[in-house]
């Protein structure tokens, strides 16, 4: 059985990144997939939008300085096949710790390898913090693939080209060769503004096949649900959000099952009007 190890990433915060996270992981364990999802951001909103606390020692703080297990940490939620490693404000101290540790770039793969031999979870998510540091750096050695949530502004454009900037260097440095861009979902979409449709034409016009069709509306719904710690199928499930969630779960899917079937793509450049952003940590700790 393939298992498919897929990070959600996005430099900027705010673009919709951990909603995505929680609202797919959720609607792929609605429709009968076994799904992990890791919580490796401190601010942990993954762990609590899904009803769970955050915990002292609940994290993968230890383990990614090499105590203990990663699937001892593993908890279950209150949706049938999905389960979470929660976070906690400690593990923002794991950016400092385990740059004192070899292989620190290595990590997460070393921690996360045991589990996926298991094969317990068709597949894994992973909630990477809204930076570039260390920890994000260690869940892009370890993923297949990266799927980046694009709000539709001007300002997210300028995060997408450091992300796919960065996507090709740890591809071109060795660190992981085989890294993809999965694909972009534009979130917060709002389609009687002028800026939401002239931000959704220039990804789409830029990044072609891998923008999904699907595109993820401002709903009220959507916003709500994390402060009862559930997803918006749980919490509304005729809402509006619940139902394109649903539908991007089911065209997510549709790729992941064919994407090994095709050639590898390449990442595409940056868009022309973000093209000047400025790469901030692109660079950090990727070995020569």
Do not use: W
Request: glycine letters at 6%; a negative charge.
């Amino acid at each position: 059985m393939q298992n498919y190890v897929i990070a959600l990433a996005n430099q900027k915060g705010g673009v919709g990144k951990t909603t995505t996270a929680i609202n797919l992981a959720a609607c792929l364990a609605e429709r009968r997939q076994r799904v992990l999802l890791i919580d490796l951001d401190p601010q942990a909103n993954a762990t609590s939008g899904l009803g769970l606390a955050p915990q002292p020692g609940n994290s993968m703080y230890e383990v990614l300085l090499g105590h203990g297990k990663l699937a001892d940490k593993i908890q279950a939620t209150r949706m049938e096949r999905l389960s979470i490693v929660p976070s906690e404000v400690d593990l923002a101290g794991a950016e400092i710790d385990i740059a004192r540790v070899d292989r620190y770039l290595h990590r997460f793969k070393e921690s996360l390898d045991p589990l996926l031999a298991l094969k317990q979870f068709d597949y894994v998510l992973v909630d990477c913090p809204p930076s570039l540091g260390i920890l994000t750096m260690n869940v892009l050695t370890a993923v297949q693939s990266v799927l980046i949530p694009l709000q539709c502004e001007y300002y997210a454009l300028e995060g997408l080209s450091v992300m796919t900037r960065l996507i090709n260097q740890v591809k071109q440095s060795g660190a992981n060769p085989d890294l993809e861009l999965e694909g972009i979902v534009m979130t917060m979409y709002d389609p009687r503004t002028n800026l939401a449709q002239q931000v959704a034409s220039e990804v789409r016009q830029h990044f072609g096949d891998k923008v999904y069709d699907t595109m993820i509306p401002r709903n009220i719904r959507i916003s709500e649900a994390p402060s009862h710690g559930l997803p918006v199928v749980m919490y509304d499930e005729k809402s509006t959000g619940a139902e394109s969630y649903r539908l991007f779960a089911k065209e997510f899917l549709k790729r992941c099952k064919t994407r090994d079937e095709a050639p590898a793509p390449t990442v595409t450049a940056a868009p022309p009007s973000a093209a000047q952003t400025p790469a901030e940590g692109a660079s950090t700790g990727l070995p020569g």
